[in-house]
């Protein structure tokens, strides 16, 4: 059974720094893309980071500079460092793992909320 597991979620005021983890079970994230999601309300479900088996990463354009996504593949967790935190980034920070020919896996949520 696959369970990614995201905490470090919370409420931050603007400029201040958070990192999310996704610790995983069930599958190995070396292998897979693993990748974080937001959602505001009323919004859909939009990628912010993601970093490939390969080690290649890509950040929504709103993120770049101020976000790093990283994974420790002995801890087999995902890690989102983010800094300069702005009240639009504000959302519910969804981790998810995929890789060609299988599903995608999703963990539950972790609430950020930027504000004074």
């Known amino acids: 059974q696959v369970q990614l597991v995201e905490s470090g979620g919370g409420l931050v005021q603007p400029g201040g720094s958070l990192t999310l983890s996704c610790a995983a079970s069930?599958?190995?994230?070396?292998?897979?893309?693993m990748g974080w999601y937001r959602q505001a309300p009323g919004k859909q479900r939009d990628l912010v980071a993601a970093?490939?088996?390969?080690?290649?990463?890509n950040y929504a354009n709103s993120v770049k500079g101020r976000f790093t996504i990283s994974r420790d593949n002995a801890k087999n967790t995902v890690y989102l460092q983010m800094n300069s935190l702005k009240p639009e980034d504000t959302a519910v920070y969804y981790c998810?793992?995929?890789?060609?020919?299988?599903?995608?896996?999703w963990g539950q949520g972790t609430q950020v909320t930027v504000s004074s």
């Open positions: 998810n793992a995929n890789r060609p020919n299988d599903i995608h896996y």
């Open positions: 069930g599958i190995i994230v070396s292998i897979y893309t």
């Open positions: 970093a490939t088996s390969g080690g290649s990463t």
